[in-house]
């Protein structure tokens, strides 16, 4: 079944990582998931010819586009992360995260970066670059019912 970007849902943690409270960001407009992995060569002589990798790290990053808007909660615990250089948890969810059958990533993150954009005619917009860290240990996480 196919869903729609609209329908899908990112959230804070506002509670615990063993219970969670979590907190809808609504000011996000545009989510992209990279999820990659690292490699290491192991390329032989019996190969023939080809470059051989193998699999080492998975490597995750969130890209966001956000609406500047310093009165909202979410965006500004974002911004001062950035600058605090503190840790989110977040899930990036397809669907409601009481939903069950909902998926998505569940992982502590910290702000990479954070530009802004002041177009002369249009409203200021942020985005943000969210690397996965040190804390809850990322996973794919599906709601039960």
């Known amino acids: 079944m196919e869903i729609r970007g609209l329908d899908c849902k990112a959230y804070r943690n506002t509670g615990t990582s063993e219970t969670p409270t979590w907190d809808l ?11 990659d992995h690292s490699s290491e060569d192991v390329s032989t002589r019996g190969g023939g010819g080809w470059k051989q990798e193998r699999l080492t790290l998975k490597e995750g990053s969130v890209d966001v586009g956000l ?28 669907g ?25 005619a249009g409203v200021v917009k942020a985005s943000a670059t969210l690397i996965i860290t040190r804390g809850t240990t990322p996973s794919w996480m ?4």
């Open 25 to 35: 960001i609504e000011c996000i407009e545009d989510l992209s998931i990279g999820l």
């Open 67 to 94: 609406l500047y808007d310093t009165e909202d909660d979410d965006f500004q615990e974002l911004l001062d992360a950035y600058f605090d250089e503190s840790k989110i948890e977040v899930a990036l969810m397809d």
């Open 96 to 120: 409601p995260i009481a939903t069950a059958g909902s998926q998505g990533l569940r992982a502590t993150v910290q702000v990479k970066s954070m530009p802004l954009e002041q177009p002369l």
């Open 142 to 145: 599906t709601v039960a019912s």
